[in-house]
């Protein structure tokens, strides 16, 4: 299923990890495991945040996707089903069928 993963880093450990260099080895180590399809960096809420969007074939990987996050940023997250446009009009037409 395609899911969008949000991260929003932790200031104060943002900081931090961008001086010791852990910023980049965490991002890197999340983009080499979830492969993302697509990842964009912003800020958002006064936060440093990331958005990725990726194929998570099951729940258990969320532990493998999410525990570096969590441990070296201290990162909030937030992941949630997503569709493309060809899969919304797939659904939408399924919705229209049963009507």
Request: avoid cysteine; aromatic fraction near 10%.
């Given at each position: 299923?395609?899911?969008?993963?949000?991260?929003?880093?932790?200031?104060?450990?943002?900081?931090?990890?961008?001086?010791?260099?852990?910023?980049?080895?965490?991002?890197?180590?999340?983009?080499?495991?979830?492969?993302?399809?697509?990842?964009?960096?912003?800020?958002?809420?006064?936060q440093r945040t990331a958005f990725f969007f990726f194929d998570?074939?099951?729940?258990?990987?969320?532990?493998?996707?999410?525990?570096?996050?969590f441990m070296s940023l201290g990162a909030e997250l937030h992941?949630?089903?997503?569709?493309?446009?060809?899969?919304?009009?797939?659904?939408?037409?399924?919705?229209?069928?049963?009507?």
């Amino acid at each position: 299923m395609r899911m969008m993963l949000r991260v929003r880093i932790d200031t104060a450990k943002a900081n931090e990890a961008i001086r010791s260099g852990q910023l980049p080895k965490t991002i890197n180590g999340f983009v080499e495991r979830a492969r993302p399809e697509a990842s964009y960096f912003t800020v958002d809420n006064g936060q440093r945040t990331a958005f990725f969007f990726f194929d998570m074939k099951e729940s258990s990987e969320m532990p493998v996707l999410g525990e570096d996050l969590f441990m070296s940023l201290g990162a909030e997250l937030h992941l949630t089903p997503v569709m493309n446009a060809d899969e919304l009009r797939k659904g939408l037409g399924a919705f229209m069928e049963r009507m």
